[in-house]
């Protein structure tokens, strides 16, 4: 069997990579990730990477702080969690590059989208670190954005939660779950899978949107193959 597609563009949240512990990063996570990684790549699959920044830091106003610098705040957060990407996959025998949306040149290349895409050609991974570079922007605005220039099949949206429901499931045991959905009823139903900038990104560049659960080892090669797991978006 052939996978559905060809090139992926993986978001994972910054939370995703602590595991139980909900802040920093959890080295069985990072390593259960970069073997998922590594059997997409094995399959051919071209995979560039969005991370989030939510296990180190979160942009939030406060008294001391504006948003804008806790924004760029939580933009630093996500090229540490790059970083500790990068190493997990090339433990595993992936090789990685990161690129950044705001440059600092002697940790990783600055983004380049024709670099990327030539890296991508090689098999190479890509992660795209310190989001979009704009404050009052997401990393799954990023991904979006990522995803049309880099020209991806699918957003591959890995979760804490195994789809998308009507309510936190956690919160509500007859949360209703949702297997298929147009990008329309992502923004309508204001379900938050996905900010409104990010769904509207997605809606207008017919990006498709893969929602489904990280914690299954198996499920992103599930996904690449087109499995019905989780919650597909189109
Ligand atoms: N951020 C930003 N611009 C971007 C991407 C991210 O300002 O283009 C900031 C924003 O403050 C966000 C933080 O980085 O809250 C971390 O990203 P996010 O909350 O999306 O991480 P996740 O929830 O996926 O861990």
Not at 38 to 52: C, P
Request: aromatic fraction near 6%.
């Amino acid at each position: 069997m052939e996978p559905k597609y060809k090139r992926v563009l993986l978001k994972i949240s910054g939370e995703a990579l602590a595991g139980e512990k909900k802040v920093g990063l959890d080295d069985d996570m990072l390593n259960q990730v970069a073997l998922q990684v590594k059997s997409l790549t094995e399959l051919g699959v071209q995979v560039a990477v969005v991370v989030g920044g939510g296990n180190f830091w979160r942009g939030r106003t406060s008294k001391s702080m504006d948003r804008a610098t806790a924004d760029y705040m939580g933009m630093l957060a996500t090229v540490i969690n790059s970083l500790a990407l990068q190493s997990a996959f090339e433990t595993v025998g992936v090789p990685t590059r990161v690129q950044t949306a705001i440059e600092m040149r002697e940790v990783a290349e600055p983004y380049i989208r024709r670099r990327a895409m030539r890296h991508l050609e090689k098999n190479i991974v890509v992660i795209f670190g310190a989001g979009t570079g704009n404050p009052f922007f997401s990393t799954d605005t990023t991904a979006a954005l990522r995803a049309a220039e880099i020209e991806a099949d699918v957003i591959l949206l890995a979760k804490k939660v195994d789809a998308v429901y009507d309510s936190d499931p956690e919160k509500n045991p007859r949360a209703k779950r949702f297997d298929r959905l147009t990008h329309k009823d992502l923004l309508e139903k204001e379900l938050g899978v996905m900010d409104s900038t990010a769904a509207s990104l997605c809606m207008d560049n017919h990006i498709p949107i893969h929602v489904f659960g990280l914690s299954s080892p198996d499920n992103v090669l599930k996904a690449v193959y087109g499995e019905k797991i989780g919650t597909i978006i189109e």
